[in-house]
C-alpha cells in the first residue's frame, strides 16, 4: 500500500534528519523559512537603527506595570459600570416619563381590554424593558472601547496567573470579560482556546458574567431597594458573578474535567485609538440584538403574559411554582412567573413586573410597587437579583452551549447545576440576610 | 447582458492583521472588528461585484501558521488547503512583517494563487519602517498591494489585482525555497512517493505534501490515513 | 557564551535564541509565532502576579507564561 509506504518513509526521513541536525526536523525547517524571510527582508525593509519607543510601548508601562496593573484593571472595569450607571439615569427618566404618559393615556381606550392591552402590556410590558436601552448601549459602548482599543489582551495577561491558578488559562478571560455584553458570541470566542478541557470549563462558567440584559434587572431594583448604594449593589451582581465562575472553574477543573491546562502564548497587540464611528458601530451591532429581541420575543413573551394574566389563568401557574422559591425570600406568585419567563430572555423578568404592576402606576416607581405590593425587603430583592444573575441562563446561551460543546448532556447539565447553584445561594443569602434583620 | 464571471477568494492572515476590516471594506458588510487576536473565529461570506466578477470573498479565521491547534484555526486551514479558492489574498501587518511572512511563505510553498494585502502601512511608518514594496513584490514573485483598511485605502488597488489574476494575466509562479542539502534529499524521496499516487498528487502539490510530513503535521498524516483506499 | 533559559532572564535583559526546546504543540506553536534561533528576544516585563512574562522578539510584543518559556535557551548578551 502506497500509503502506508509512505507514512513509513516519513519515519524514516525524520529520524535521518534529527541524527544528522540533533535537532527536529520542524525546527529547521522553521529556521530556513525565517532564513529566507530575513533575507528578503534586508533587500526590501528598512528599520531605524534603534527600535523606536512607541506610544503604546509608553501606555503599557502604567497600564500593565507590575504594581499598577491589577489595581488598572479593576479601576477600569469599575468605571465602565459607573460610566453606565451615571450617564444613563437622566436618559432612562426620561424615556421612563414617556411611557408612563403613554400608559396613562391608553387608560382611555376602549373596549377596556385592549385598553389594558396597549396599558400594561405594551407600554407597561415592553416599556418597562425599553427603559433600559441607554444603559445597556452605554455599557456597549464602553465594552467596545476596551475591545477596540487593545486592553483586551492586556487583561488576558494581567489575569493569567490567576486563571492558571484555577486550572484555567489567560485565553478564557477574554471571553469572560465579553460576558459582560453577551453570552452568546462570548462562548463563540471560546473556539481559539486549544485545549478541549479549558474550552469547556471556559463554556461552563461564561453564564455567570453578568450580560447586558441582565443589568435592567440589577438597576431596577437597586434602584428602588438601595437608593443610597445604587452602584455599589449593581457592581456587587457583577463581583458576585466573577466569583462564582472562578469558583465553578476551580470546581469543574478538580472534578469533571480534569488534567493539564494548555498553554499559554498570546501576541499583544498595540493600542490603538478606537474611531468614534467603530465605536458607534459596535454599540449599535450588540444593541441591535437587545432592540430586535425587545420587538420579537419579549414582545411575545409580555402579550402571552398579558393574556394569561387578563383570562387568569397566570396566577395558578405562579401559585404553584412559588413554593419552591419561599425558602429564597421571593415565594410570590409574581416572582415565579417571572423567573419562570425570564428563561426566554432575561429582560423579561422585568417585562413580567412591568405587565403585572402598571395599572395607572407610573413606571418610574416600578421596582417600589414591588416592594410595596409583594412586601419585599432590600434582603428579599438582593437574593432575587442574585437568582436571576445565576439561574439557567437565556435561550439564546442555551442554544450556543449546545452548537458550541455539541453535546446535549453539557446542555442539559448548565440548565440544571445554574438553576440548583442559583436556588441555593439566593436562599442562603436570604436566610443568613435573616438573622441579622 | 454577460453573465458575470463567478471566483471565490480567501482572505488568510496572521491574527489581528485586519482581515475583517478588509472584508468589510469589499463587501460593505459590518463584520465584528476588534484590537485583539481572535476576534473572528468562524468563516464568513460575502460578495462584491468589480469589473464583471461575482467576487465571492471568504474572511477566515486568524492563523499563524497552516499547522492548526484550535478550532478556529481549523476552519481557516481547511478553508485553504481543501477548498482551495480561485485566490488567495494574504493580510499582511507591514507593522509586523517578518513574522507575518511566515504565512506568506507557505501559502506560497502550497502553490496558492497569492496576493500579498500590505496592511497597516500607516502603522509601519510611523515606526520608521521604509518598505520597498515593488522590491519586496519581485522577490518574492506575487503582487503585493499596500493598504491601510481602517481608512478603507487600497481597497480599489487590491480588487485589480484579484482581477488581473482571475483574468490569468498574472500566472502563479512555481516557489521553491531550499531547505538544505539533508532535508531536501528526504523532501525528494517523499515526493516521488507521493507522485505516485495520482489522488494525493492531483489534490496536493506533492513537494508541499512532503515539507508538511517533515514538518510532523498531524492533519496532513491523517487526511493520509483517512483517504486510504 | 552564557546560555540561561529565558524564563530565567529579568526583565530588561537582553539575548539571542539559541535553541527551542519542548515537545509537540509547543515546540511548533513557538516556531510559529517566530522564536526560532538567532532571533534577538528582550525581556520586557514579567506580569504582576509574576507569570506570565512579556517579550519582545521580532519587533513585536509576545506573552508566554514561564513554564513555556523555560524550553527556550538564551545566549545573554
Ligand atoms: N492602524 C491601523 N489599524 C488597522 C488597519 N487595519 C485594521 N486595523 C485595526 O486592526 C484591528 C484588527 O482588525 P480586524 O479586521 O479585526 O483584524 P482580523 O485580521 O480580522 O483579526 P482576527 O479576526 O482576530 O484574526 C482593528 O482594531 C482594526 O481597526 C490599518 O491599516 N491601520
Ligand atoms: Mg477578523
Given at each position: 500500500m502506497n500509503r502506508e509506504e509512505i507514512l513509513r518513509a516519513q519515519e524514516k526521513s525524520l529520524a535521518h534528519l534529527r541524527s544528522v541536525y540533533r535537532e527536529d526536523a520542524e525546527t529547521v525547517i522553521a529556521d530556513?523559512?525565517?532564513?529566507?524571510?530575513?533575507?528578503?527582508?534586508?533587500?526590501?525593509?528598512?528599520?531605524?537603527?534603534?527600535?523606536?519607543?512607541?506610544?503604546?510601548?509608553?501606555?503599557?508601562?502604567?497600564?500593565?506595570?507590575?504594581?499598577?496593573?491589577?489595581?488598572?484593571?479593576?479601576?477600569?472595569?469599575?468605571?465602565?459600570?459607573?460610566?453606565?450607571?451615571?450617564?444613563?439615569?437622566?436618559?432612562?427618566?426620561?424615556?421612563?416619563?414617556?411611557?408612563?404618559?403613554?400608559?396613562?393615556?391608553?387608560?382611555?381606550?376602549?373596549?377596556?381590554?385592549?385598553?389594558?392591552?396597549?396599558?400594561?402590556?405594551?407600554?407597561?410590558?415592553?416599556?418597562?424593558?425599553?427603559?433600559?436601552?441607554?444603559p445597556i448601549f452605554l455599557l456597549f459602548l464602553a465594552l467596545a472601547f476596551l475591545e477596540d482599543c487593545g486592553y483586551l489582551a492586556r487583561a488576558a495577561f494581567v489575569m493569567d496567573r490567576l486563571m492558571h491558578r484555577i486550572g484555567l488559562h489567560g485565553r478564557s478571560f477574554i471571553p469572560m470579560m465579553l460576558g459582560f455584553g453577551c453570552n452568546v458570541p462570548a462562548i463563540m470566542a471560546t473556539r481559539t482556546i486549544e485545549n478541549p478541557k479549558d474550552r469547556l470549563t471556559t463554556i461552563l462558567i461564561n453564564p455567570f458574567m453578568s450580560c447586558g440584559a441582565r443589568l435592567p434587572i440589577y438597576i431596577l431594583f437597586a434602584g428602588a431597594f438601595f437608593t443610597a448604594h445604587q452602584g455599589l449593589v449593581v457592581f456587587s451582581m457583577y463581583a458576585m458573578g466573577i466569583i462564582l465562575a472562578i469558583i465553578m472553574g476551580l470546581v469543574f477543573r478538580k472534578t469533571l474535567l480534569r488534567g493539564p491546562s494548555g498553554h499559554f502564548v498570546m501576541e499583544l497587540p498595540p493600542y490603538r485609538l478606537p474611531t468614534i464611528t467603530g465605536l458607534v458601530v459596535h454599540m449599535w451591532e450588540r444593541g441591535k440584538v437587545f432592540l430586535v429581541r425587545a420587538g420579537t420575543i419579549i414582545f411575545a413573551a409580555v402579550v402571552l403574559i398579558w393574556l394569561l394574566d387578563y383570562t387568569g389563568a397566570l396566577e395558578p401557574i405562579g401559585r404553584a411554582i412559588a413554593p419552591i422559591f419561599s425558602p429564597a425570600g421571593f415565594g410570590q406568585w409574581q416572582a415565579a412567573v417571572a423567573l419562570v419567563f425570564g428563561l426566554l430572555a432575561k429582560e423579561v423578568v422585568i417585562g413580567t413586573f412591568g405587565t403585572l404592576f402598571t395599572g395607572a402606576e407610573e413606571l418610574g416607581g416600578l421596582g417600589d410597587v414591588i416592594g410595596f405590593d409583594l412586601g419585599w425587603t432590600a434582603l428579599i430583592a438582593f437574593a432575587f437579583m442574585a437568582m436571576t444573575l445565576i439561574y439557567v441562563p437565556c435561550m439564546a446561551v442555551i442554544g450556543t452551549i449546545r452548537r458550541e460543546t455539541n453535546s446535549w448532556k453539557w446542555t442539559v447539565f448548565v440548565i440544571g447545576y445554574t438553576l440548583v447553584l442559583g436556588w441555593i445561594v439566593a436562599t442562603l443569602i436570604y436566610q443568613i440576610g435573616s438573622l441579622f434583620t | 447582458m454577460r453573465m458575470a464571471k463567478e471566483i471565490t477568494i480567501a482572505l488568510a492572515g496572521n491574527p489581528n492583521s485586519g482581515k475583517t476590516t478588509v472584508f468589510n471594506n469589499l463587501t460593505g458588510a459590518r463584520q465584528h472588528v476588534g484590537n485583539w487576536p481572535g476576534v473572528t473565529v468562524e468563516k464568513k461570506e460575502g460578495t462584491c461585484r468589480y469589473q464583471g466578477y461575482a467576487i465571492k470573498v471568504v474572511d477566515l479565521p486568524g492563523v499563524y501558521s497552516f499547522t492548526a491547534y484550535s478550532i478556529d484555526e481549523v476552519v481557516a486551514r481547511n478553508f485553504v488547503v481543501e477548498e482551495k479558492p480561485d485566490a488567495v489574498v494574504d493580510i499582511v501587518d507591514a507593522s509586523n512583517l517578518e513574522r507575518n511572512l511566515y504565512l506568506a511563505v507557505q501559502l506560497m510553498e502550497m502553490g496558492t494563487r497569492l496576493i500579498v494585502a500590505l496592511n497597516m502601512m500607516d502603522q509601519a511608518e510611523s515606526r520608521g519602517y521604509k518598505i520597498d514594496v515593488p522590491q519586496l513584490s519581485y522577490l518574492l514573485d506575487v503582487p503585493v498591494v499596500p493598504m491601510v483598511a481602517n481608512r478603507n485605502r487600497g481597497t480599489q488597488e487590491l480588487l485589480e489585482e484579484i482581477v488581473k489574476m482571475a483574468d490569468g494575466e498574472v500566472q502563479p509562479r512555481k516557489f521553491r525555497l531550499d531547505y538544505g542539502r539533508e532535508v531536501e534529499e528526504e523532501i525528494a524521496k517523499l515526493e516521488e512517493l507521493i507522485s505516485q499516487d495520482d489522488e494525493l498528487s492531483q489534490r496536493y502539490s506533492p513537494r508541499w505534501l512532503a515539507v508538511k510530513l517533515l514538518e510532523g503535521d498531524e492533519e496532513v498524516v491523517k487526511t493520509l490515513r483517512a483517504t486510504k483506499e | 557564551m552564557p546560555t540561561k533559559l529565558l524564563s530565567e532572564l529579568k526583565s530588561k535583559e537582553k539575548g539571542k535564541i539559541a535553541k527551542v526546546g519542548g515537545g509537540g504543540s509547543i515546540h511548533r506553536r513557538l516556531l510559529d509565532m517566530g522564536l526560532v534561533s538567532g532571533s534577538e528576544i528582550e525581556v520586557e516585563r514579567v506580569a504582576p502576579l509574576g507569570d506570565p512574562m512579556q517579550v519582545r522578539i521580532k519587533g513585536y510584543h509576545l506573552t508566554l507564561r514561564k513554564e513555556e518559556a523555560a524550553n527556550i535557551q538564551v545566549e545573554v548578551i
Open positions: 530556513a523559512r525565517y532564513g529566507f524571510i530575513s533575507g528578503l527582508l534586508t533587500e526590501a525593509m528598512r528599520k531605524p537603527a534603534i527600535e523606536r519607543r512607541t506610544i503604546s510601548d509608553l501606555i503599557d508601562k502604567v497600564l500593565i506595570n507590575r504594581w499598577l496593573g491589577i489595581p488598572i484593571f479593576l479601576a477600569l472595569l469599575y468605571g465602565v459600570f459607573q460610566f453606565t450607571f451615571t450617564v444613563s439615569v437622566p436618559l432612562m427618566d426620561w424615556i421612563d416619563e414617556g411611557f408612563g404618559w403613554f400608559a396613562d393615556q391608553a387608560t382611555t381606550i376602549s373596549p377596556e381590554w385592549l385598553g389594558s392591552f396597549i396599558g400594561d402590556g405594551i407600554f407597561g410590558g415592553l416599556g418597562s424593558v425599553l427603559v433600559f436601552v441607554p | - | -
